[in-house]
């Protein structure tokens, strides 16, 4: 199994620009996330996805928009970009069962820069 | 309401040394507490979890943390420090919100191990 993937691993955006963060998992997992860290600072949930074609807002949503079209894939958009975006992202899955709820597995990350 | 408090934002220790990475949480409920850890340039791993089961808990390379309700404590350990072991740590607590279960990180802690 790959895991999570995550791609570009780099990118710079100029404010303004618009670009799709792309995610996708081969566990068969039923949970996603998106996930934003900033330096010195803990990961914040931007928006998280139970299954194919539902969604909900995490902890920081504004600025981006998401959307599940298949339990595999979980792209996240954003669509005028703005300095406060330059972040690092990270997408997480994680399976349904309760016994291993809040256990997520990570990709390697986005690393974003808006100037 | 959730949050997570790491007390240090950097632990230096020697090669062979104990470590102590301490976290205290809060939480409305029993909560579920993690460690993970992020190598430079990557995902994060999940180091260990506690899910109401027993208060001492294992987890990979050496790690382990005990729960103390009394302390609202979390604090990760290892016997001796391993070069490997540099990186950054973030303790985590769970809860159930909206539809999914969500991660509350803290801020984190950067371990250094010196030869």
């Known amino acids: 199994n790959a895991g999570v993937t995550q791609t570009p691993k780099f990118r710079i955006l100029k404010i303004g620009q618009s670009m799709t963060l792309q995610c996708a998992q081969d566990m068969n997992h039923n949970y996603m996330y998106w996930y934003r860290q900033d330096p010195g600072m803990g990961l914040k949930l931007i928006y998280y996805?139970?299954?194919?074609?539902?969604?909900d807002k995490g902890e920081v949503p504004n600025g981006y928009n998401v959307s599940r079209s298949t339990t595999e894939d979980f792209p996240l958009r954003l669509e005028l970009a703005a300095p406060s975006q330059t972040s690092v992202y990270f997408c997480?899955?994680?399976?349904?069962?309760?016994?291993?709820?809040?256990?997520?597995?990570f990709g390697p990350g986005t690393r974003l820069t808006v100037t | 309401a959730q949050s997570v408090t790491q007390l240090d934002s950097h632990v230096s220790v020697s090669e062979g040394t104990p470590v102590l990475l301490r976290c205290n949480y809060s939480s409305s409920y029993s909560p579920s507490l993690f460690w993970y850890v992020q190598h430079p340039n990557k995902g994060l791993q999940l180091l260990l979890k506690?899910?109401?089961?027993?208060?001492l808990v294992k987890g990979i390379n050496g790690f382990e943390a005990e729960f103390k309700k009394s302390e609202t404590s979390f604090h990760l350990t290892k016997p001796s420090a391993h070069m490997s072991d540099a990186a950054e740590y973030f303790c985590?607590?769970?809860?159930?919100?909206?539809?999914?279960?969500?991660?509350?990180f803290g801020s984190g802690t950067q371990l250094t191990v010196l030869p």
């Open positions: 985590v607590v769970s809860a159930l919100s909206g539809s999914a279960r969500q991660l509350t």
């Open positions: 506690y899910t109401s089961a027993a208060t």
């Open positions: 997480a899955s994680s399976p349904l069962s309760t016994a291993r709820a809040g256990e997520q597995y």
């Open positions: 996805s139970v299954g194919a074609g539902i969604t």
